[in-house]
């Protein structure tokens, strides 16, 4: 699964993902956790940066307070439940990060790791949104990661990783056309092996609320 993770530093960020619409920004971030607003890439017509929070809301929720705000979604069962069969269609995102947290148990003991790409370049998850309206007119724009089976590298840590695209999946993921699930299937496979590092972290990392560069410091 994916519940913690990095969007540091935010160097060339527009560039790599070719947003051409400037918006402010935003500071880096070494713990972003569930509920949290961070910058998401869209495309309506060109590349689009905006913020939205982590943990999907239907369009269709009639309680936002209690509706369920899923943070992950399974790849293998996306076209099956009603809460991601529309956003798979009509609203897949990226969801840009240099690294993500993954807590493996030894002994008594749940011990972080921070996983990255080789030379802590950016890269994006795959991600599907929605957008909830209230009936005052308000919105709420929230998005969820997508997990599959992890490739060799993380299979010590968990028996899920978030969905890494490779850079020459990201168009094809953002087009705005359905895909064939022949196209999911292998737009969503594990990442492969041999391009991430992973190293084991401060244990300050289980406190949202704690945000800082020596989160992803090797200990």
């Known amino acids: 699964m994916c519940g913690r993770f990095t969007i540091a530093p935010l160097v060339d960020l527009f560039e790599r993902f070719h947003v051409t619409e400037r918006v402010p920004l935003p500071l880096p971030r070494y713990n972003v956790a569930p509920s949290q607003e961070i910058p998401v890439v869209t495309r309506e017509g060109s590349n689009r940066m905006e913020m939205m929070r982590w943990g999907l809301v239907p369009s269709w929720t009639k309680d936002l307070q209690a509706a369920r705000k899923p943070i992950n979604a399974r790849a293998e069962t996306l076209s ?27 002994g008594s003991i749940r011990v972080p790791y921070f996983v990255h790409l080789e030379g802590g370049a950016l890269f994006a998850f795959a991600g599907i949104y929605d957008v909830w309206r209230d009936p ?50 292998e737009i969503l496979a594990p990442f492969p092996d041999g391009t991430l590092e992973v190293y084991r972290v401060s244990p300050k990392v289980n406190s949202p609320a704690y945000d800082g560069p020596d989160l992803v410091a090797p200990v």
């Open 80 to 106: 099956e439940r009603p809460t991601f069969r529309g956003p798979l269609k009509h609203h897949r995102c990226l969801v840009p990060s240099t690294g993500f947290y993954e807590w493996k148990k030894e």
């Open 136 to 185: 005052a007119g308000g919105e709420t724009r929230s998005f969820t990661i997508i997990t599959t089976a992890p490739n060799r590298t993380l299979s010590s840590l968990h028996d899920r990783m978030p969905a890494i695209l490779r850079e020459e999946d990201e168009e094809r993921w953002l087009q705005s056309r359905p895909l064939e699930p022949a196209a999911i299937a």
